[in-house]
């Protein structure tokens, strides 16, 4: 099992409507959780990050964390086009400073 | 959110000439950065761990005398490609761990695009 699994995707959802982005990880003392957004060529850009249970709000973006089911999820509401892009789910394991990523979403957003 | 730049954005070496890359956390204090690699459509590789200060420590499978890394103060790493080959050719990335206030947060540079000829 990897540590941090995504579903690959691709993802394709209209404009407008809400994606969905599925996170599991299996380190259960992970503390920390993040979202970064790739755009083709270009590195990571933090999008989110979550550190307790629920859900934190930003704009579009709702990161819903629940610890004793070991996901983490990305819901961006209002898709617009410009969101298309890779999403990355990355988590703390265990104590390390390194961060585990998956292996990323592809995410479409059909105009 | 914390700034990274690295430099050059983008190189394009002779097979068997030395790279330079630098990583800069311009707005926060980093004592740990890590560099990965990124091919094609892939997903990125954890290359090392810079630790200001001491040495890095490298993943399995990353050959320590050929990708120098240099983490001489808290806002600069570097990583240098020695003896540059073709296969080399890759997205190198660094990432800056900022802990301010408590949070464990990695901010990524813009990368920098190697091309070995």
């Known amino acids: 099992q990897k540590e941090v699994e995504q579903n690959s995707g691709p993802l394709s959802v209209p404009e407008g409507a809400i994606a969905s982005l599925n996170c599991t990880y299996s380190?259960?003392?992970?503390?920390?959780f993040f979202w970064y957004r790739q755009y083709s060529g270009k590195s990571p850009e933090l999008i989110m990050s979550?550190?307790?249970?629920g859900d934190k709000e930003d704009g579009r973006f709702t990161a819903q964390l629940n610890k004793a089911s070991q996901y983490v999820s990305l819901l961006i509401r209002d898709s617009q086009p410009s969101d298309s892009a890779t999403y990355l789910c990355?988590?703390?394991?265990?104590?390390?400073?390194?961060?585990?990523f998956g292996s990323g979403t592809q995410l479409t957003v059909l105009p | 959110g914390a700034v990274v730049s690295q430099h050059p954005s983008r190189v394009i070496c002779k097979s068997g000439t030395s790279v330079k890359i630098e990583c800069r956390s311009l707005?926060?204090?980093?004592?740990?950065m890590f560099w990965y690699r990124q091919f094609p459509k892939k997903s990125l590789m954890l290359m090392a761990t810079?630790?200001?200060?001491?040495?890095?420590?490298?993943e399995q499978g990353v050959e320590k005398d050929k990708f120098l890394i240099n983490h001489a103060s808290l806002t600069l790493s570097t990583l240098t490609v020695t003896s540059a080959h073709p296969e080399d050719s890759s997205f190198y990335i660094c990432s800056a761990r900022d802990i301010l206030f408590g949070t464990d947060t990695q901010y990524f540079g813009p990368g920098t695009r190697l091309t070995v000829l």
């Open positions: 990355a988590v703390n394991i265990g104590s390390a400073r390194q961060l585990t």
């Open positions: 380190d259960r003392g992970s503390q920390s």
């Open positions: 707005d926060f204090q980093a004592t740990t």
């Open positions: 810079s630790n200001e200060g001491s040495k890095a420590t490298y």
């Open positions: 979550i550190y307790s249970n």
